[in-house]
């Protein structure tokens, strides 16, 4: 499991669910199952979890255990298949929002820029556009809102444009290509800019915001009262958007009002600030630097 991902945060992740032995679970994201495997060492018989992951790697991780489902797919669709499964109410939902380390170090998967291999990206290898083909087929006014919204790269025009004319004569396949291009455009560090480009990329590829804003909304309808929500993002759009969750009850962040004029919110916050990982965590696990949790519960 180490080697496929270390689980960010895990303590705190599992006391923020405050699982209950004979309560009803959902890790959105299994991965490795490292967040999953300890959550099902807490609950007995009456207890269950089920697990959403639409990487059909994650397949070698799994568990087999009468109180466990997997479900092969695409968390933004939790309420469907909570219907389906018959479950009115769950006692908590965990979120790890991150790419797993496997993925950013698998060649082919196209996610880490060190790996090489295809430009892909995509989570479910079976469906989708993939990097490549973003790069090659959008428009400027399309490539220049992804790598300013969702990678903040600060040269997002001047990419945009010269990817432009780059595929006039040249298609991007692979990834060791596109860096070699990249390293005519980048501006400041370059680890950085890469880092920043390929996360804008991936976002686009898995339509990862609309999926989050999707599965939040269907979790608030499904949470049982005093039911837990943790959830674990990297990146700012993302805990922007689960901060306003947490504290409006809606995606937009709108604030209702009762007959007093008070602010309601069907969740409490149960951390006020964002919990982050320590430093002896950050040594020992880099990538859990940018990692921000924040956990509420359904009054």
């Given amino acids: 499991m180490t080697k496929y991902h270390t689980p960010v945060l895990l303590d705190e992740c599992l006391q923020g669910l405050e699982i209950k032995p004979e309560g009803i679970y959902i890790d959105v994201t299994f991965g490795a199952g490292g967040h999953s495997k300890p959550i099902l060492k807490q609950l007995n018989a009456k207890g269950h979890l089920y697990s959403f992951d639409k990487d059909e790697d994650v397949r070698r991780n799994l568990v087999e255990a009468d109180n466990f489902t997997f479900i092969h797919s695409d968390f933004r669709f939790i309420g469907r298949f909570l219907d389906y499964h018959g479950l009115t109410h ?19 998967r196209g996610f880490g820029y060190m790996a090489g291999g295809d430009l892909d990206m995509r ?26 919204k969702y990678g903040e790269v600060r040269n997002s ?8 004319e780059r595929r006039r004569t040249k ?9 070699a291009f990249l390293s005519g455009v980048s501006m400041g560090n370059q680890s950085r800019y890469l880092a920043q480009v390929f996360q804008a990329l991936r976002i686009e590829v898995n339509d990862e915001m609309a999926s989050l804003e999707k599965m939040l909304t269907d979790v608030s309808d499904s949470l049982a009262s005093g039911g837990r929500l ?42 006020k600030k964002v919990i982050m990982a320590d430093d002896a965590e950050q040594r020992r696990n880099p990538r859990s630097r940018s990692a921000k949790l924040r956990i509420a519960e359904k009054i």
Wanted: no cysteine; proline share 1%.
């Fill in 90 to 108: 769950v006692n908590g939902v965990l979120a790890d929002l991150g790419v797993s380390s496997f993925q950013f170090d698998t060649r082919g």
């Fill in 123 to 148: 989570m479910n290898q079976s469906s989708g556009l993939t990097a490549a083909d973003i790069l090659n087929t959008y428009q400027h006014s399309q490539l220049l809102f992804i790598f300013s």
């Fill in 157 to 164: 025009k001047t990419l945009s444009t010269r990817i432009i």
């Fill in 171 to 179: 298609s991007f396949t692979d990834i060791q290509g596109f860096i």
């Fill in 230 to 271: 943790v959830v674990m993002s990297y990146h700012s759009l993302e805990d922007r958007i689960v901060k306003k969750f947490m504290k409006s009850g809606n995606v937009q962040g709108e604030r209702t009002q009762d007959d007093y004029g008070k602010s309601t919110s069907p969740f409490k916050l149960i951390n």
